[in-house]
């Protein structure tokens, strides 16, 4: 049973740089979801897909995020000129139908100089 | 707006002691609540789940949780402490549109030898 998978796990870059991270969801489940984790909080929702749709963004989400599901299969979640502010883990997780039992990746952790 | 509240941020407890992690929650409709777990360099797992039937949930590695409407409550308890369970455990609540799960800030626990 293949679980949900995360890449890069690790990125560094410097502010004002774009970054994209991709998360493969377990193939049967049909609802995607990111988050972003900073140190000593829980997850914060960011946005989620029902197939291919992009059903919700939370108003953490600003102009300089975009997240895509082409085809209802992987997504990407792109940071467009990056800052400090943006370092944090960002975790996928997908599910079949509501919400329900999230399958979360390992997270990809982006840190911004 | 959906939210919980985990009081205490670390608790620290020997092994074979009870465990008792607490979670509070608010919600304008009758909630689905969970308990996740993570356990360092891994993502989160769910532990268990209360949907609205019994009010007492069992869940894995012996963990189980209290649904107490009156106290808006849903505390984790465990008889015994296993020095396995040292890890960060988190209580959530799905959106009232059963849309996404809203995470509380998490609680490290410690198990002391």
């Known amino acids: 049973d293949t679980g949900v998978s995360q890449n890069p796990r690790h990125k560094i870059t410097k502010r004002g740089q774009n970054v994209t991270f991709r998360c493969d969801p377990i193939?049967?489940?049909?609802?995607l979801y990111w988050y972003r984790q900073t140190l000593g909080q829980g997850p914060e929702f960011l946005t989620y897909?029902?197939?291919?749709?992009?059903?919700?963004k939370s108003r953490l989400l600003s102009d300089r995020f975009s997240a895509e599901r082409p085809k209802g299969s992987f997504s990407t979640l792109e940071i467009q000129r990056t800052e400090q502010g943006d370092s944090a883990m960002y975790l996928c997780?997908?599910?079949?139908?509501?919400?329900?039992?999230?399958?979360f990746g390992e997270g990809s952790r982006l840190t911004v100089l | 707006a959906q939210s919980v509240t985990q009081l205490g941020s670390h608790v620290s407890v020997s092994e074979g002691a009870l465990v008792l992690l607490r979670c509070n929650y608010s919600s304008s409709v009758p909630p689905y609540l969970f308990w996740y777990v993570q356990y360092p360099n891994q993502g989160l797992q769910l532990l268990l789940k209360y949907t609205s039937a019994a009010t007492l949930v069992k869940g894995i590695n012996g963990f189980e949780a209290e649904f107490k409407k009156s106290e808006t409550s849903f505390h984790l308890t465990k008889p015994s402490a296993h020095m396995s369970d040292a890890a960060e455990y988190f209580c959530a609540v799905e959106g009232e549109y059963g849309n996404k799960l809203v995470f509380g800030a998490g609680t490290i626990l410690r198990v002391k030898s």
């Open positions: 897909f029902q197939n291919e749709a992009q059903l919700e």
């Open positions: 193939s049967e489940h049909n609802r």
């Open positions: 997780a997908s599910s079949f139908g509501g919400p329900g039992e999230l399958f």
